[in-house]
C-alpha cells in the first residue's frame, strides 16, 4: 500500500539524524552557501568524506546582509517546525542564537490575530526572532565547524557527467575557471537557480517550472527597541486582514530581534504598497494593535526596506525520463512560495531530513535520485498547498472567477476553521500545527474538526458576532 502524504510528513518531521554512519561518499559539494545550502551541508557530512560548499558570495559568521539573498533585510520568521528541525541538526542551535541576542518568544509573547481579533489561547508556540542574516550567520558559524566542511568563494557556471551521473562543478574564482570532481551535488542555488537550463542544454530532461501570480509588496522598517525581551508582553506578532485592508495593509508583522532592535513588516497585495517611507510605516501601525505603535516610535535605525514579489514558484522533479545521477535540488530551488506563509526556511530544514532518509536508505548513487524527489515533493506539495491555496483563493475573488464546486467547498471549509481559530484553542492548534509546518495539510480536512469549527462560528454568531 502506498504511504499516506500525511504519514510520509509525519515520519520526516520525527526523523532522527543518522546515528554514527561510514561516509559512502567522497566528496560531496553543495552550490550556494545560504541557508538550505548550509543545512544540506551538515546532512552531507554525515555521509561524506569531505564536503565542499561553493558560494558566489564573500560570506562570514558576521552576520551582514549581503547581495545574493536581495530579500534578506526584510522580515523572517522562523517558523516553530524549521526551529526544532534545525535544532535536531545542529543541538545548542537556539540557546546559541538566544546568547547572542536573539529573542525567543514564550507562547505567552506571541500574538496572531485575525481580522483584529486574537487567536484563541492553546495554538501558539515559542517563535526565536532574529533577522535573517543573524540566523544564516549562525547556521554557517555550526555547519562550517563541523571538521569535514569547507567553502569556496566562486560562482558555479555548469556540472560535468561520467556514466550518466554528476562528475565535476564547474566554477569561477578569482583564480579563473575551476573544476572540482565530485561524487555528489546539492543544488541549494536558491529561485533564480540556473540548474535547470544547465542540465536541459546538456541533454537531459529540464524539471516542470510552475508559476502562481502573487504580486506581494513587502516593507520592513527597523526600529530601536529599549524593554528587555523578557519584559514584553508581546515580542512578535502577526496580524492578518481580510479585505478592505486596512491602509492597504493585508498582513503585518513585528519581532523583538538581536541587538535589541525591533523588525516590522507591512505587506501589501498588488497595488497596495503599505509603508514606503518611516513616516507612513509609522502612520500604519497607529492602526494595528498597540504593539506596532510601539515599536514603530523607536528611533529608525535605516530607511524602509521594500521588496516585490511577483510570484511563487515550484519545479517538478519526479517522472522525468532523463535525469542526471547524484544530483538534487534543495530549497527556494525547487520552490519558493508567497513569503507571507513563512515556510522558506522551514522547508529548507525538511528538505534536509529528506537528503538524509534518502543517504541513510544506502540508494542506488548510479540511477537518479528518484527516492528523494518523491519524499521531497510531500514536503513541497504541503508548503504549496496552504500558500498558493491562500493565493489562488484571494485571487480568484478579486477577479470574480467562478471555481469548481468542490474547491468552493474546499475554501468554505478553510474559512470556517481559520474562523475558528480565534474562538477555539483546538482548532487554533490544529491550524498553526499546520501553518507552523507540524502536520500536512491534510489533517485540516477531518470532518470532526470541521464540525467542530463550524459549530464555534456559529454560536459566535449567534451570541451577536458575524458569521463566517
Ligand atoms: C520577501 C521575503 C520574505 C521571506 N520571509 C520568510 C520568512 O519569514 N520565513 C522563512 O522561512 N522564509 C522566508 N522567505 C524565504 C527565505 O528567504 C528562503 O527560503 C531562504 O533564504 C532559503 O533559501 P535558499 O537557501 O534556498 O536560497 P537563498 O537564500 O536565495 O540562497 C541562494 C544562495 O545561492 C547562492 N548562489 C546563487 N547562484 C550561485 C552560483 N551560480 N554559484 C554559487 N552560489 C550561488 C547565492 O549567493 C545565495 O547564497 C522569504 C523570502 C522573501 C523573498
Keep these: 500500500m502506498t504511504e499516506s502524504p500525511i504519514s510520509v510528513f509525519d515520519r520526516l518531521v520525527h526523523a532522527e539524524p543518522s546515528p554514527h554512519t561510514r561516509p559512502t561518499l567522497d566528496t560531496a559539494c553543495v552550490l550556494g ?20 560548499v561553493v558560494e558566489r558570495d564573500e560570506v562570514g559568521t558576521e552576520g551582514r546582509s549581503r547581495a545574493g539573498v536581495p530579500q534578506d533585510r526584510q522580515v523572517h520568521s522562523l517558523l516553530p517546525a524549521g526551529r526544532l528541525w534545525i535544532e535536531r541538526w545542529l ?33 501558539a508556540h515559542a517563535l526565536l526572532g532574529a533577522s535573517r542574516p543573524f540566523l544564516e550567520s ?12 569547507s567553502t569556496v568563494r566562486g560562482r ?31 543544488d541549494a542555488m536558491g529561485r533564480s537557480s540556473r540548474l535547470a537550463d544547465w542540465i536541459h542544454g546538456d541533454g537531459y530532461d529540464k524539471p516542470r517550472l510552475e508559476r502562481l501570480h502573487s504580486g506581494i509588496n513587502y516593507a520592513s522598517a527597523l526600529f530601536e527597541r529599549s524593554a528587555p525581551a523578557e519584559d514584553l508582553p508581546v515580542a512578535c506578532s502577526l496580524v492578518v486582514y ?4 486596512p491602509s492597504g495593509t493585508a498582513v503585518a508583522a513585528v519581532n523583538a530581534i538581536e541587538d535589541n532592535k525591533w523588525l516590522a513588516l507591512l505587506v501589501g497585495f498588488g497595488e497596495d504598497r ?6 507612513d510605516f509609522r502612520a500604519v501601525c497607529e492602526e494595528l494593535p498597540p504593539i506596532y505603535r510601539e515599536a514603530a516610535r523607536g528611533a529608525s535605525v535605516r530607511e524602509v526596506v521594500t521588496y516585490r514579489q511577483s510570484d511563487s514558484r515550484r519545479r517538478g522533479f519526479t517522472g522525468l525520463g532523463r535525469f542526471p545521477a547524484r544530483l538534487v535540488s534543495v530549497g527556494d530551488a525547487v520552490a519558493s512560495f508567497n513569503p507571507v506563509y513563512g515556510q522558506g526556511m522551514s522547508s529548507a530544514a525538511l528538505h534536509a531530513s529528506c537528503l538524509s ?37 484571494r485571487l480568484d475573488a478579486e477577479n470574480g472567477v467562478e471555481v469548481p464546486e468542490e474547491v468552493r467547498q474546499q475554501r468554505w471549509a478553510l474559512q470556517q476553521v481559520i474562523g475558528a481559530t480565534v474562538l477555539d484553542g483546538t482548532i487554533a492548534k490544529a491550524f498553526n500545527n499546520v501553518s507552523f509546518m507540524l502536520r500536512h495539510p491534510f489533517t485540516l480536512a477531518d470532518p470532526v474538526l470541521l464540525e467542530r469549527a463550524v459549530a464555534a462560528n456559529q454560536a459566535a454568531a449567534l451570541a451577536g458576532g458575524e458569521a463566517v
Excluded at 138 to 149: D, K, S, T
Excluded at 274 to 279: A, F
Excluded at 380 to 391: F, I, L, R, T
Design 91 to 123: 543541538p545548542g542551535f537556539t540557546q546559541e542564537a538566544q546568547d547572542l541576542g536573539a529573542v525567543l518568544a514564550t507562547p505567552e509573547q506571541a500574538q496572531t490575530c485575525f481580522d483584529g481579533r486574537p487567536q484563541a489561547p492553546g495554538g
Design 357 to 393: 532518509e534518502f543517504l541513510r536508505d544506502d540508494p542506488r548513487l548510479d540511477q537518479q535520485a528518484t527516492e528523494f524527489f518523491r519524499l521531497q515533493e510531500v514536503v513541497v506539495d504541503a508548503a504549496w498547498a496552504v500558500s498558493a491555496g491562500g493565493d489562488a483563493a
Design 156 to 186: 558555479a557556471t555548469g556540472l560535468l557527467y561520467r556514466d550518466g551521473a554528476v562528475s565535476a562543478v564547474r566554477h569561477t574564482t578569482d583564480r579563473g575557471e575551476e573544476v572540482l570532481e565530485t561524487d555528489f551535488v546539492v
Design 242 to 245: 481580510p479585505p478592505p485592508y
Design 138 to 149: 549562525r547556521l554557517r558559524a555550526r555547519v562550517l565547524a563541523l571538521p569535514n566542511v
Design 33 to 52: 552557501g545560504s541557508v538550505a545550502g548550509l543545512l544540506a551541508a551538515r546532512v552531507l557530512a554525515d555521509h561524506a568524506r569531505r564536503v565542499v
Design 274 to 279: 503599505p509603508g514606503r517611507s518611516v513616516e
